[in-house]
């Protein structure tokens, strides 16, 4: 099983800041089966980037994703208020189907 | 517009079983599958499962073999996750995803792109 680990836990940044998300996966990791999901409080996730840099219908170009194998990146290039959250790496494998990082908060300092 | 919508909240007792419902809208029911996540109050996503809209096919996370089954009804574009013995830790809420895969060439993209807005259980005495 193929294991996400997402750092740091918590980030705590200023409007207009840059956020830096990493996720490793614990054994290589093909990029079209990478995903980021944006979480606020009370709602369900939302689907940011697919494909490890394939923004989704909707989401503002301040967020983009890079990365191969098992090193990953979400980065928000200019925080507004609304993207602080939660954000968690999903992949897709072979048993089990998907599996989730852990999430890293990002908090308004 | 695509959307999912789920049944509403659930209390049950410790063994008892739930079913939880995810209807969907906006979109060829059959040409996408279904994943069910659960989050339980102030953790993270797990994955439970997911099923094929096409076949039926059905895959399941493995701490959840035996006690979970996901069905889908075609003529009423609706999925369901049941989910039996329930144990005080089963506490969360559940989310119904449209599950994508998307091939571009020789590329196979997964992905969750619609979500429902989910549906609380709560197991306790």
């Known amino acids: 099983e193929i294991v996400l680990t997402q750092s740091p836990g918590t980030l705590s940044l200023s409007p207009g800041e840059r956020a830096t998300l990493s996720c490793r996966a614990s054994q290589s990791v093909s990029s079209s089966y990478l995903a980021w999901y944006q979480q606020k409080p009370g709602q369900a996730p939302r689907l940011l980037i697919y494909?490890?840099?394939s923004r989704a219908t909707g989401i503002p170009d301040r967020f983009s994703g890079s990365g191969s194998g098992t090193d990953f990146t979400l980065t928000i290039s200019r925080l507004e208020p609304e993207d602080f959250a939660v954000y968690y790496c999903q992949q897709y494998g072979s048993s089990p189907r998907l599996t989730f990082g852990g999430g890293t908060k990002v908090e308004i300092k | 517009q695509v959307q999912l919508v789920q049944s509403g909240a659930e209390v049950k007792k410790p063994g008892a079983s739930v079913k939880v419902s995810c209807k969907a809208s906006g979109y060829t029911f059959t040409s996408y599958g279904i994943s069910w996540v659960r989050q339980a109050p102030g953790q993270g996503l797990e994955w439970m499962g997911w099923?094929?809209?096409?076949?039926?096919?059905?895959n399941y996370a493995q701490k959840l073999q035996g006690r979970v089954t996901m069905t889908t009804d075609t003529s009423t574009s609706t999925a369901y996750m049941e989910l039996r013995s329930l144990r005080s830790d089963d506490t969360a809420v559940y989310y119904c995803?449209?599950?994508?895969?998307?091939?571009?060439?020789?590329?196979?993209?997964?992905?969750?792109?619609?979500w429902g807005k989910g549906t609380t259980v709560t197991v306790s005495s």
């Open positions: 995803a449209r599950d994508v895969t998307y091939i571009v060439g020789a590329t196979y993209y997964y992905y969750m792109d619609v």
């Open positions: 494909g490890a840099s």
């Open positions: 099923i094929s809209a096409y076949n039926g096919n059905t």
